[in-house]
């Protein structure tokens, strides 16, 4: 059996890391030019967005809840507990709603994507598009970028309401905190850029996902395995852009500039 090189396995990670940020510019310059399949767009809407709107809030609820179990009682402990809703909104809406929204999002739809296109590739479904006079880009690529940056921010939106949710039943069956002071300390801690940064964070991942997704697809080779290494390869590809990426976002926008929590 041959062996395969890790040299030789970074080699076409780095080569298909780089027709994915290609692909990325291919799709803002057909987006410019108007080139956008509405019925397509309109379809793989409705599978970003409601077909996985239950896992989202159902992974948001538990994150609010385990999040104010941890916190709460700390907080309680040395006075502070009229701040938990408050640090709670704030964890929330600049990072686990955002980042855990767009992680079940690329095990779910990223990888469907990678799938999809990688079997349309190794069948040859792609090449009969080119003989029609369609280009994939416009068909397959950018309908699915545009559901992903669309509906993923309002998926962050409601994971971060259900995660309020989650931590407000906590935080007053568990921990007898009065639920008018932990919803007036959100609203005291929250301002506008708080939830626009969610919103951001959410189109910037979304597209990610799909360009990803979309991209691994197209570069697929070698049948059903090779459907299987790219579904793969473009999910794990998708989740360490997604935390190196919250990275920068987050120091951009809140390094220097993020408000005191207490």
Known sequence: ?????????????????????????QVLIHLLQGRIHRRNTVEQMAAVGPDSLLIALITAVFVGAV???????????????????????????????PVLTAVVLAGRVGSAFAAEIGTMRVT?????????????????????????????????????????????AIATNLYRLSQSVFIDSARNFLDVWDVTSALIKGAVFGATIAIIGCSWGLTTTGGAKGVGQSTTAAVVTALLSIFIMNFFLSWVMFQGLGRSTL
Request: glycine share 10%.
């Open 67 to 97: 999040f104010t179990i941890q916190v709460a009682r700390e907080f309680i402990r040395f006075g502070a507990g009229t701040t938990v809703g408050g640090v709670l909104a704030l964890a929330l809406t600049r990072e686990l709603a």
């Open 124 to 168: 040859e479904q792609i090449d009969a598009l080119y003989m029609l006079k369609t280009d994939p880009i416009d068909y397959l690529v950018i309908p699915r970028v545009l559901a992903c940056c669309v509906m993923l921010p309002i998926l962050t939106l409601l994971s971060a309401i259900t995660g309020m949710i989650g931590g407000l």
């Open 1 to 25: 059996m041959s062996e395969v090189r890790p040299s030789s396995f970074l080699g076409v990670w780095s080569q298909r890391l780089l027709a994915a940020i290609l692909l990325g510019g």
